[in-house]
């Protein structure tokens, strides 16, 4: 018997080496289209652009090495540093969205009447289209039929509109609310989901330790909200800083430089001067960035964001 | 029937499918057209296509149109996938940079063969389409900037007639202020507002185009006295922020006295503003007659495979018959000299006012401005341009802005050789 099961074991090895090869292969063939997809429009272009920030490069010439030099230029770049200013501004106002979003969700993830209702008129703002939205706020803030100068003169709050996106003092934050509008419904949906996955135990447990509502807030609910508020934060800043439709259409990345952004600068520089290699150089620059941030944003929640839980 | 005779009447059915296809691709040559904003003009091009074709027989014609901030972008990526279309229409100076950089074809010697197509222009307008020596496009539809003036506003101030010195412009401009109205407005982008410049003698560059020659007493004058209007309400402060939908609505909306402005504004303000009548606007040269023209030029791409039937497109497109209609079309200026003064005598019975606006367009061609034939225009106008918009809007005071404003010329014109 012994025996039989002995010369039955290198074959039992055997299949199971072929089910395991088979279905490591099963895997690959999933893993492949997608893999070849990211390759394809992410990895060699990020290559490519890398590679073009060390060239001298024009659609009608061929390349030559340039070394530093764009990176160079980049540190002279007055244009270069106000792109990045107004970046990282729209970055910051990320939290600003966010905590209007949790107060939200706060509000839809109670008892109240109709919730179902608001959290649809809230998450309509997200599917819509960007460029709508641009065109709508800009609609809005216009200075001579907007409907937010109306209602300002309308309650007696100005005597004189203000022209919001032709001014350097309101363009950039006028920017930012219409794009914080259009990411609350996002926002709110991530940290709802979040607000709904915190055990009713722990508050229950907690008032009847005495804990008042701010203290179950500040001790149980934001910190077990931290990795929602992280993935709400890292998306809603990428998509903020790529936000190139809400900024374009609304005020073309002016008056003057008020509110060019990384990308909106990086698009004119290589579709309005045709100088695709240093745009190269600032996308360089861009990446690293929002690299630095993400990994930033990970290390202050946890540092286990994209962890997977293999037990 | 039998299966033999089935197969042998698919293949001839293909064959003869496929025949005449292949027959086109022997004879049939393609053009392909990429316009600038004009998809409105689909029925009088398609008539243009249809006379071409007929006397062109195998030609076959593709038409693109792509809205103006989108054109660049897609014909530079056509560049570089070796597929730039043949003909090409341009505009403003980004024309420069393609020529410099080979992306053109010379109309030179095309124009040295037939003289006669030379001589349909005005000078001055065909002239402006040429870079070191060789020209580069054939004018398509002609701009330039002129003063729009608001009839009525002037009336109410007590103002007779339309400013006769820069010292008029503003001094008129103040005079209207009051309240929500404002003076004077002017375009701000390609180089239309330097005619304000230059009636105050300010040049951009020195004359060998190696340094900035901007940075002079007189320019610090007016960029203080044009910063004083501006904040004491003479001049709007559009004039300096917005693009085109800002001033022109503006000007519209009959609350300023005066827009410096090119021809292509006459016909937004006219649909936006229902003041606007021969009795209440005026068009007029600005004083000194300057003026920055916005013109549209058909070139033809190095890429392109057929550069002679091409260049027999454009000279169809430019010929006295087409243009006319064209002019007629969309009441625009050609440069083409006899379709003008054919179009604009009809336009003076239909529409006076207009034809008044278009006048402006063929009168002082010789003082064109602020259309340098530089391959980095796009470069030299950031360099330039923000500083000035912090001069007139108080941001930082006319000495310091100027300089700041030549130390980036001037290190783009050294970077540029």
Known sequence: MAAILEAQAPMRAGTLLRERTRRTLLVWCFLVPSLAIFLIYRIIPLAWNVILSFEYWTPLRPAEFAGLDHYQDLLDDEVFWQALWNTVMVIASAPIGIAIALALALLVNSDIRGRDVYRTIIFLSYPLMTVAVAIIWRWMFDERVGLINYTARLLNLIDKPIPFLNSFTFALPSVIAANIWQMLGFYMIILLTGLQNIPHELHEAAAIDGASLWQRFWRITLPLLRPSVFLAFVIGMLNSVTSFDLVYVMTGGGPGRATEILVTYIYKLGFGQTKFDYAAAVTVVFFVLLIGIAWGANRLSGGDAGAVDTQ | ?417
């Open chain 2, 1 to 417: 029937m039998d299966r033999r005779t089935v197969l042998k009447a698919a293949l001839a059915g293909a064959g003869s499918l496929a025949a005449p296809a292949y027959l086109r691709a022997q004879s049939a040559k393609k053009l392909s057209l990429l316009t600038w904003n004009i998809a409105d003009q689909q029925a009088l091009f398609a008539q243009e296509f249809a006379e071409f074709k007929a006397a062109n027989p195998g030609v076959e014609i593709e038409w693109l149109d792509k809205k103006g901030p989108d054109l660049p972008a897609f014909y530079q990526t056509q560049i570089v996938a070796g597929t730039p279309p043949d003909i090409v229409d341009l505009q403003g100076a980004i024309w420069v940079q393609y020529a410099a950089d080979g992306g053109l074809v010379d109309l030179t010697p095309y124009l040295k063969n037939e003289p006669e197509i030379a001589k349909r222009f005005n000078p001055d307008y065909l002239g402006g389409w040429a870079y070191q020596g060789k020209t580069y496009l054939l004018p398509f539809y002609v701009a330039k900037t002129l003063l729009f003036y608001n009839k009525t506003m002037f009336k109410e101030a007590g103002l007779e007639g339309p400013p006769q010195s820069f010292d008029d412009i503003l001094g008129f401009a103040q005079k209207m202020a009051k309240g929500e109205k404002t003076g004077f407005l002017t375009l701000n982008f390609d180089w239309l507002y330097w005619p304000l410049f230059k009636m105050n003698g300010v040049e951009l560059l020195s004359t060998d185009g190696k340094k900035a020659a901007f940075n002079t007493p007189q320019t610090v004058d007016l960029l203080g006295r044009l910063a004083k209007a501006t904040d004491a309400g003479g001049i709007n402060k559009i004039a300096w922020t917005g693009r085109w939908v800002e001033p022109n609505g503006a000007f519209a909306s009959g609350t300023v006295g005066m827009l410096h402005a090119h021809s292509a504004s006459y016909f937004f303000v006219k649909g936006q503003g229902p003041w606007i009548n021969g009795e209440t606007l005026g068009a007029t040269q600005v004083p000194g007659f300057w003026s920055t023209p916005t013109n549209h030029g058909f070139a033809i791409s190095k890429g392109s495979k057929n550069p002679d039937l091409a260049w027999s497109f454009i000279k169809h497109m430019t010929s006295d018959k087409s243009a006319l209609t064209f002019f007629k079309s969309r009441s625009v200026l050609t440069a083409n000299i006899a379709a003008d003064t054919e179009g604009l005598a009809a336009l003076e019975k239909s529409e006076p006012l207009a034809a008044a606006v278009l006048r402006t367009q063929i009168e002082h061609t010789d003082k064109l401005t602020g259309n340098w034939p530089l391959p980095y225009d796009a470069e030299l106008k950031d360099a330039l341009w923000p500083e000035i918009q912090n001069a007139v809007l108080g941001r930082k005071d006319a000495r310091t802005a100027l300089s700041d404003a030549e130390r980036n010329v001037n290190r783009l014109l050294a970077r540029k050789g």
